[in-house]
């Protein structure tokens, strides 16, 4: 009896210590791969069309879309190709808030300032974002990304 108390005890001083699935600046350290991304755009390029984006990167012989998320807080993103060449690496800066994620880079050219929330799933996590990904000085293309924990 005495050791089964002292093991509950045990067990449950683990689960306070280990970084919790709850904290979001703990959870996000690491690599990371998205499965899937959709982009909504309402208004592509201030015309009157609307226009979807999705990729799906779970498919065989498609590049993956990466990243590695540190401690420090800066982070590097990139697409991992079939051969496993990287291309199109990026790196930034990243910082945590209650649900949401904020990141900092610049990719091809163009600076990158985004506000992400976050649902952490089983796997990995859901991101979403309002952002302007058209480049047309509004503020109303919705990103969706689903994405895994990785290990290398």
Known sequence: MKTAKTLIL??????????????LQDYMVGS??????????????????????????????????QSLY???GTFSAWFKQPDGT??????????????????DYTYQGKKVEAWYIIKQTDTGFNGTVIYD?????EFDDKLFMKTKKITK
């Open 70 to 72: 540190k401690k420090d």
């Open 10 to 23: 045990l067990l449950l001083i683990a689960a306070c210590t280990s970084p919790s699935k709850n904290n």
């Open 133 to 137: 990904w058209d480049g047309d000085g």
């Open 32 to 65: 990371w791969e998205t499965e899937y991304i959709k982009i909504e755009y309402p208004t592509i390029q201030k015309s009157d069309s609307s226009y979807v984006f999705e990729d799906d990167f779970s498919k065989p012989n498609v590049g993956r879309a």
């Open 86 to 103: 990287k291309v199109g690496e990026s790196s930034g800066l990243w910082k945590t808030k209650g649900d949401s994620l904020f990141v």
